[in-house]
């Protein structure tokens, strides 16, 4: 049997985001000992370990929960668990088209940023005109969407 702070350790999650997942329901109510302390199994840690990586991943904890059903129940079919990832793969395609927007904004803002006086600063000039920043965004979302 495990201690809280050891499945913490072995695992690489802080003790209260392991309380947390007990709390919602990601991670059972664990056994105590005689003096009140939680104690795990070997299946509890690959429950954590199976959830911090779904978490690496960027699952969001509604995804998860699925994903552990899922895992709880070996003869559902698969494709489930497909579409819970593509889901995710969209999620992370429509962050990066507009993390490739804000990168392409800032490396204008740089490269036309010659130096001098604050009130000629390129950089504070584009900061200011929000209408750039909507129409990169907009941009960015229909890129997004078309992936």
């Known amino acids: 049997m495990l201690t809280i702070g050891t499945l913490a350790r072995r695992t690489g999650t802080k003790v209260q985001t392991i309380r947390y997942y ?3 329901g990601l991670m059972p109510e664990p056994g105590r000992s005689e003096g009140g302390q939680r104690r795990y199994a070997e ?3 690959d429950r954590l370990a199976f ?3 779904s978490r690496q991943l ?3 904890l509604e995804a998860i929960r699925e994903l552990l059903d899922l895992s709880e129940h070996p003869a559902r079919p ?3 668990a497909d ?3 593509a889901r995710q793969l969209k999620a992370v395609e429509r962050k990066i088209a ?3 927007a804000l990168q392409s904004e800032l490396s204008r803002m740089v490269a036309e940023c010659h130096g001098g006086a604050a009130s000629r600063c390129r950089v504070l000039e584009v900061l200011k005109d929000h209408s750039e920043c ?4 907009a941009q960015a979302e229909g890129v997004a969407e078309r992936a």
């Open 58 to 60: 960027g699952f969001p």
């Open 22 to 24: 007990e709390q919602i």
């Open 51 to 53: 959830i911090r990586h």
């Open 43 to 45: 299946e509890e840690l």
């Open 134 to 137: 909507l129409t990169e965004h």
């Open 78 to 80: 698969c494709f489930e």
């Open 98 to 100: 507009r993390l490739q």
């Open 83 to 85: 579409a819970i990832a």
